[in-house]
């Protein structure tokens, strides 16, 4: 806008996160790019002959092991730019927790040629050699009558052939044809075994961030506007820009306006929405008026863990959005008092705080607009 870099109020790292781990759950860049990756080794190993798949074999190979060892391939001028990002990818540790055959698995159909993601000729070389049908289908070596797998050779097998054989019947037992469909490939990451950009993002940010924390539901279930959600979020991270946060961050301020708008003291986010004598004041009118006894809390965290002022009673539900609701007023006046020096009596603010949260919980169809007059009074009685 006017080509001034803004200040950054929460590190990257945090914003990343998913929202149950404590972030945003703004996707980062890095896991699209390799969903995106992902979906082309996907579609180069589903059985389907598509122009462009056909083209890409014909130009680089056929073989099902078609990403090379050899990284030395990669630096070779003569392959695409894409093409080294896709093998470079499918040989990288991130690519191989989500695109190699650990997270496939094949449904048989009995209308395809044998084919394995590990193909069995691979490991039973010389039952391959022996074998009298090396082009037959899966369906006829398939035996409906007696629900059994049977292989011809064109000889006797030896003793430690026929012992191999009995391996490989071992093996391949676990296949049971299902009639009249194709082979089809199954990405375990979802519900519907076939592979999704989105659902492969969930999968690479599954490992970031910790086990969640309470105040996570707190700040995300109040039916309070996103913009306020996000601003509580923000008094959780310590990035709302209070006069500390933007002093720590180098920005200047006039001798007379370096301190908080009611005291000597620095401004810090504790300070300011609950140990300043106004401050406090309209926390205790709002826990009289919830009829509840409550204790100054040493930061927010601490006070998030307060869910549960009233007791079995539907304040519970209501209460993440009343507080939001408190949080915000509090921040609007002392915007009001910093950038119009308009002073509101903290009066205001619990009825200002009241009015709000009743309107968010009308919105979200929590309360009715006939106990509007009630809430105000006491919305305790409204849970009878």
Known sequence: MCGRKKICRVAWSKVSNPIVAGGLG?????????????????????????????LVMLRYGS????????????????ISRTWKDILGFKLGDIGSLYCSPNMWKWEIGDEDCWAFSDPIRHKFPHLFLACSNKRG??????????????????????????LQYSQLLHIINSFRLKININDKLIWLGNSDGVFKVHDAIKCLSSGLGG???RWIEFVWKSFAPPKVKIFMWTIKMNGVPTKEFLKIRGVKFKDYDADCNWCDHQETIDRLFFHYDWSWAIWQAIFDWLHCSWVTPKNFKIFSLVSCPIPGRPVNIWWPSIASAVFWSIWQSRNQLSFENNFICWKSVVLLAKSKSCNWLIGAKKLSKSDKSQWFENPSFLAF
């Open 137 to 162: 289908k899966a369906n006829e070596f398939w035996i409906n009558d007696d629900a059994c797998w049977a292989i011809p050779f064109n000889r006797p097998l030896v003793a430690w052939e026929s």
């Open 211 to 213: 086990p969640q924390e």
């Open 26 to 54: 703004v996707t980062p860049l890095k896991f699209k790019n390799i969903a995106l990756l992902s979906k082309w080794i996907w579609k180069l190993h589903i059985p389907k002959s598509e122009v462009w798949k056909r």
């Open 63 to 78: 073989k099902s092991d078609w990403a090379p060892i050899n990284s030395s391939y990669l630096v070779s001028s003569k």
